[in-house]
């Protein structure tokens, strides 16, 4: 049986069906800004790619968790 997946990759599914681009185009985009910062990284995501704070976020803390 299968685990079901938790935490910030919870959200992928629905955000790649969504906004159209694979998780890891975003990782990518993450990676490639000058931000840093948590908040300055969702609030980018948002202004700028028009995603919600949840989907945001969870790409966020996935990317930093990884490291860059």
Same mark, same amino acid.
């Given at each position: /049986?299968?685990?079901?997946?938790?935490?910030?990759? +919870?959200?992928?599914? +629905?955000?790649?069906?969504?906004?159209? !681009?694979?998780?890891?185009?975003?990782?990518?985009?993450? !990676? +490639? +800004?000058?931000?840093?910062? @948590? /908040?300055?990284?969702?609030?980018?995501?948002?202004?700028? @790619?028009?995603?919600? @704070?949840? @989907? &945001?976020? &969870?790409?966020? &803390?996935?990317?930093? &968790?990884?490291?860059?």
């Amino acid at each position: /049986m299968t685990e079901p997946v938790k935490g910030p990759a +919870s959200y992928f599914p +629905s955000i790649e069906k969504k906004y159209g !681009r694979p998780i890891a185009e975003w990782v990518d985009l993450i !990676r +490639s +800004s000058p931000l840093t910062k @948590h /908040m300055q990284l969702v609030t980018w995501l948002k202004t700028e @790619h028009g995603l919600g @704070h949840g @989907h &945001a976020n &969870a790409l966020v &803390a996935h990317t930093l &968790a990884e490291g860059k």
